[in-house]
């Protein structure tokens, strides 16, 4: 319950790679003792270039992996490589959703190159394995905007309880115009096979997750660093019933100190001081949420909160 906290130690032994590689994974629960670890690599060919390129706002190459481990992380299989139809570096920052079909899925999104070329525009689509994890598509498109000038970045998808309806959320700029943009949510009826148009949550959050929390509800969690009096990490319960992004309540949950914009970062990325705030239900029907904060020279720690979410 959040209490103790045991280390297990690597997920993989990087040496067995070509090349160095900097990963980022997330961990999902697939049942039994079934973990998945799904994710994305950056080539680290020349580990003297960093990830990010400051002055064109894009990446290094990449690829989409997952591991699965059948002891509850005592050992792994993999990685695997993950193939997807985008043309260029991929973003892969969500966990796995396992569907109540038992189909697994999760978002992606593609980055700029590294001389900042989109080379399909901005979107995002999602990946569906029907084997657990032995094979992978990724035919349904979960996000886009006109012109696809409009980032889809750090997705994440959870299923309704009651309707049983996919939701996935996204953080939205239009880079063209340097423009920020409300965090927009898509809805599917169908299973994830095809997406409804985006449609603002009215937040003008980056990096948000959704996790569901009984009936058509969900509690929605958002960094709000730019353009803010006030930053931090809020938490919203919303109603979805309708369609429609109902917000019941809302709460600041979490405060940085003061906020400075990293001079050495792309100016989409100029403020990630802190991000990527997740939240799953405990036995005591209390949520734990985490996220990860720059403390002080890049230096960084891993957060948590509990959470109670009463009836108003």
Request: proline share 5%; with cysteine; hydrophobic share 35%.
């Amino acid at each position: 319950m959040g209490k103790t906290w045991q280390h297990l130690g690597p997920i993989y032994d990087k040496s067995v790679n070509n090349v160095p590689v900097s990963s980022t994974l997330k961990i999902s629960h697939a049942g039994n003792s079934t973990l998945i670890a799904a994710g994305y690599e950056f080539f680290r060919d020349d580990p003297e270039m960093p990830v990010g390129n400051m002055k064109t706002g894009g990446v290094l190459d990449d690829c989409v992996v997952a591991l699965i481990s059948k002891d509850l992380g005592k050992t792994w299989v993999g990685p695997k490589v993950v193939a997807t139809s985008f043309k260029g570096p991929v973003e892969a920052s969500s966990p796995v959703v396992v569907l109540n079909d038992g189909s697994w899925v999760s978002p992606v999104a593609n980055f700029p190159d590294w001389s900042g070329k989109v080379e399909d525009g901005f979107y995002g689509r999602l990946m569906r394995s029907n084997d657990q994890g032995k094979t992978w598509n990724d035919e349904a498109i979960t996000m886009e905007f006109p012109g696809r000038k409009v980032t889809v970045y750090e997705q994440r998808l959870c299923q309704l309880q009651e309707s049983c309806n996919l939701v996935v959320i996204a953080w939205n700029e239009d880079v063209e115009e340097d423009k920020l943009l409300c965090n927009h949510y898509a809805l599917s009826y169908y299973n994830g096979r095809t997406f409804c148009e985006p449609m603002s949550t009215g937040i003008m959050g980056q990096a948000s997750s959704i996790t569901p929390i009984g009936g058509d509800k969900i509690l929605s969690l958002h960094c709000i660093r730019r353009n803010s009096e006030r930053p931090g990490i809020y938490g919203c319960v919303v109603n979805l019933s309708e369609g429609k992004w109902e917000i019941e309540c809302e709460s600041m949950i979490w405060e940085p100190g003061m906020m400075k914009k990293n001079e050495k970062m792309a100016e989409v990325f100029s403020y990630l001081r802190f991000g990527q705030p997740s939240a799953i239900q405990l036995s005591d029907r209390s949520y734990l949420m985490c996220h990860w904060v720059i403390i002080e020279d890049g230096n960084g720690k891993i957060l948590w909160t509990k959470l109670n979410i009463f009836e108003l």
